[in-house]
């Protein structure tokens, strides 16, 4: 079974960018569809964007044409490449793992966009 770690969450300005890495230690990451999602304080978590084993993508539409997800199946690693941050965006920002009835979360981390 997967087990997922992100990393790379922070304080940032408006504006500036950041680049989430969710690594995945067990077999056959290649298969799961990845994804990230988030949840600000006070309210739900929401999906942000999913990438299918064939590489499909689903954004949401807050983060189209500013968020890039991305995958290196070589090195069991999902990227989250976020531009043009609000703080908005600012939320807990949570790497998922999904294939078939099976799903698994990684334990957040914490992206923090100020003014």
């Known amino acids: 079974q997967v087990q997922l770690v992100e990393s790379g969450g922070g304080l940032v300005q408006a504006g500036g960018s950041l680049r989430l890495s969710c690594a995945a230690s067990g077999s056959f990451f290649s298969i799961y569809t990845m994804g990230w999602y988030r949840q600000a304080p006070g309210k739900q978590r929401e999906l942000v964007v999913d990438m299918t084993s064939g590489g499909s993508t689903n954004y949401a539409g807050s983060v189209k044409g500013r968020f890039t997800i991305s995958r290196d199946n070589a090195k069991n690693t999902v990227y989250l490449q976020m531009n043009s941050l609000k703080p908005e965006d600012t939320a807990v920002y949570y790497c998922?793992?999904?294939?078939?009835?099976?799903?698994?979360w990684g334990q957040g981390t914490l992206v923090t966009v100020s003014l």
């Open positions: 998922n793992a999904h294939y078939r009835n099976l799903e698994i």
